[in-house]
Nanobody
């Protein structure tokens, strides 16, 4: 079993930056992909971005150029740096881990955190 715990959410203003972290425990962190997702009120959960075990990243078009994912395999953590935040980025953000060799926007992701709220005011 893998436990994932997100942190770093909060209330910010449009244009601000925020850094989310996700700490993994319970089972091996590598060589598994990690992903970030978000869910806004009344909307379906959507893929934000992902990172392979060796640092290769992919992003949703809506966040590309503003968000950066990184991971520290020694610390079993994955981070989401969010810059130039917009009100439409308001959502609960989740990290997820795949136990497959590769996971894209559609997964597969096997473990999920509880989420952290990000609210961006205009």
């Amino acid at each position: 079993q893998v436990q994932l715990e997100e942190s770093g959410g909060g209330l910010v203003e449009a244009g601000d930056s925020l850094r989310l972290s996700c700490a993994a425990s319970g089972r091996a962190f590598i060589p598994y992909p990690m992903g970030w997702f978000r869910q806004a009120p009344g909307k379906e959960r959507e893929f934000v971005g992902g990172v392979s075990w060796n640092g290769f990243t992919t992003y949703a078009g809506s966040v590309g150029g503003r968000f950066t994912i990184s991971r520290d395999n020694d610390k079993s953590t994955v981070n989401l740096q969010m810059d130039s935040l917009k009100p439409e980025d308001t959502a609960v953000y989740y990290c997820a881990q795949s136990r497959s060799a590769w996971a894209g926007p559609e997964g597969p992701y096997d473990y999920w955190g509880q989420g952290t709220q990000v609210t961006v005011s205009s």
